[in-house]
């Protein structure tokens, strides 16, 4: 073993042994976790040498990335102070948003002394904020308000005036300008309800048969052929459950069916995802999902989801207007989202046998 290599092997005895004794602060958890992966440490090695679950470990990694951009973009004295002891769970869901909301967010989180269970609304509400391209009226770019905006707009969509009047106070709790404070306050006069107009459904398939998963083959050439020729195709590996075929270098291609909307398109590409990137009342396991752009439908309309940059970063959005979109980018329209093929009994079906009866 070299010298380097037996400094890294101290180093890395030295960070389980602080985790194991739970040494220092949890963002030094996160960080001596995130040290002990990079260097190769699995997971379960890790929980098994320390006692931190991975779900753990996940949560404090995340949260300690999220607390250091915090550190970053200014966040008041008193917010790093309370997160630097106390608060994973709380930052861990600020994980999806700019680092410059996840500092507002943060002071807006210790001033109200959010806790984890109602920290995920307010994120989400602050992210949903973030994608409209002008401010709407009376409120402004402040956490509070984004939090404000989305019980305003929940509440004029409400006849029960006591959940009305629920939402308006949730409102006005938040709101950090006067102008958006005058808006909830209307809402106690104006009793007007505004249907909330729902969102189309996402365009799911659920791949059903084997003749929906075909293989994907390297083409050699066109005969005749060297010997060399035959060597030069590398070895080709499925990803489950997409088969998704990696060639030398970073080309990945996946074969999917031949589907009308899929064939009508004129430059679709895919992106891996999750199925909980599009939330949905009757889902209940979160699978793998292949979320299909074609890039050339560029053009809003009020029954598509489509891919934008939101500050760098690609998101999905429904835009119920065109209003809503016209000051942002779009750079596509989601066309299909793809769910794996269902194995009900997957050992079974590893006996041709079986099959063949």
Request: proline share 6%; charged share 25%; glycine share 4%.
């Amino acid at each position: 073993m070299t010298e380097s290599n037996n400094q890294s092997s101290q180093q890395d005895a030295a960070l389980l042994v602080k985790l194991r004794q739970k040494q220092g602060t949890w963002v030094e958890w996160g960080q001596a976790i995130a040290q002990l992966q990079k260097n190769g440490h699995h997971p379960q090695d890790i929980f098994e040498a320390t006692g931190f679950e991975p779900i753990q470990q996940n949560q404090v990694v995340v949260a300690s990335q999220v607390y250091s951009s915090l550190e970053k973009c200014g966040s008041h004295p008193e917010t790093l102070a309370h997160y630097q002891t106390r608060g994973s769970d709380v930052l861990y869901e600020l994980r999806l948003l700019t680092q410059e909301d996840r500092a507002t967010t943060a002071n807006l989180t210790f001033q109200h002394k959010i806790d984890a269970d109602e920290v995920r609304e307010i994120a989400k509400a602050v992210k949903d904020f973030s994608r409209f391209p002008m401010l709407p009226e009376g409120f402004s770019h402040h956490p509070g308000d984004a939090v404000a905006y989305q019980a305003w707009k929940l509440a004029r969509q409400k006849s029960d005036l006591q959940e009305r009047s629920r939402l308006i106070a949730k409102g006005l709790r938040f709101a950090a300008s006067q102008t958006a404070r005058t808006q909830l306050e209307q809402l106690l006069v104006d009793f007007t309800v505004v249907p909330k107009r729902p969102a189309p459904t996402y365009p799911f398939y659920r791949l059903e048969t084997d003749d929906d998963l075909p293989r994907i083959l390297p083409v050699i050439g066109e005969w005749p052929l060297a010997t060399a020729d035959l060597k030069s195709v590398p070895l080709i590996t499925e990803i489950e459950p997409f088969r998704i075929v990696k060639f030398a270098g970073e080309q990945a291609w996946v074969s999917l069916p031949g589907w009308k909307v899929l064939l009508g398109a004129e430059d679709p590409v895919v992106i891996m995802g999750k199925s909980d990137l599009f939330p949905n009342k009757h889902q209940i396991n979160v699978e793998p999902v292949l979320i299909v752009i074609d890039r050339a439908q560029r053009k809003w309309d009020d029954t598509s989801y489509f891919v934008f940059d939101n500050n760098g970063e690609l998101d999905f959005q429904w835009f119920e207007t065109e209003a809503q979109s016209q000051e942002i980018k779009l750079l596509g329209k989601i066309i299909v989202i793809v769910r794996p093929k269902k194995i009900l009994d997957e050992e079974f079906t590893k006996d041709a046998w079986q099959i063949d009866e």
